[in-house]
């Protein structure tokens, strides 16, 4: 496993050089040296030296014309890489890849979809289409991955505004509801008159401590992700809040964040309130394409120095047992979602009204 991390640029704030702590996380835990691995929505492809670190046998980079992926094949081909590439220019959400990529000998071991994936989720026909288009690019037994802010953990803040709101006395509007969950780190901002949880759709202003301006976001429902994931014939594998997978992974971890930066992590390797307030807001997800000639794993596969108790696998085993269960009951419409959990469902029991306001 790679162990280096790149030193951070001191105009970084806190939120991207965590991301970028945890891209080069999964990288090491998910590509191999030699493999080829698609980034979805790829930009100018910034983190470069990650891949090139990561000694991957050929990159795949996929992006809308006006995101200058463009630039980026004419630049790598100007030198010498240790690694072959190219570029295909289009929306994998709106069109079909077959239009696009005719290189098709060489599917991916690892499709990346770092930050985009709410992006995605506006309609049903939108996240459908990335999907398919995932399971296309992926060959057999290879993984989808990313991260992306976690719903159940935004959307029971949220109910958990609302309740304290709806408890402060009767003389407030009763239709008026808090829109905004502020923190030292962020802002989260929904439009008012929206009170439910739509499968698809449901945007919000996300606006980081320090940027300019905030960004549009839908929130992703990951039981129809799941559903839909299932239908392009991607297996799910795992969805993980980013505090609980450093936790899982710290022993490994904590070096490769402390070179990341200051002020992220204490002497031992645990996290600082502000770290530990911005990965809380995000969560990985990881998906597979089946292998008829392996049997898929139950988890994310564990470093290799990692420290899991049976607690642990008892706790994951018991996740698999819930996706199931939800899945089995996709038929009737997911009719039984509001009286899930977690990832299954829009945040803890504790935090719903028994009726909506």
Known sequence: MQSSYQIHRPSEATHQRLF?????????IFVAPYATVCELYCGKVPDEGKWDEAQIGHYIGIDVATSGVCEVREAWESRRK??????????????????????????????????????????????????????????????????????????????KNVEAYHNKGSGLKPNIVPNCIRSESYMITFEVEEEKFPFFGKKYQLKFAGDMSAETHCLVHFPS???????????????QNLNDFYDDNRPQLAGMLMDAGPNLVDPRGRLLPRSYDILALYTTFVFQKPDPDIAPPLMTPILEDGIHNHDERDRQSQREDEIKNLLSDSASGLGKITEQKGILGPGPAELRFPEAL
């Open 20 to 28: 970028g702590f945890i891209k080069t996380a999964l990288i090491n």
């Open 82 to 159: 240790g690694y072959t590439s190219e570029f295909l220019e289009f929306d994998p959400c709106i069109e079909d890849i077959d239009l696009y990529w005719k290189n098709k000998e060489n599917q991916a071991d690892v499709v990346f979809c770092m930050y985009h994936l709410p992006l995605c989720v506006e309609t049903e026909e939108r996240e459908r289409r990335l999907l398919q288009n995932v399971s296309a690019l992926l060959k057999p037994g290879g993984y989808f991955l990313g991260i992306t802010p976690d719903s159940s953990t935004i959307w029971a803040k949220y109910q």
């Open 225 to 239: 992700l799941l559903r839909l994931a299932r239908e392009a014939g991607l297996d799910y594998i795992e969805i």
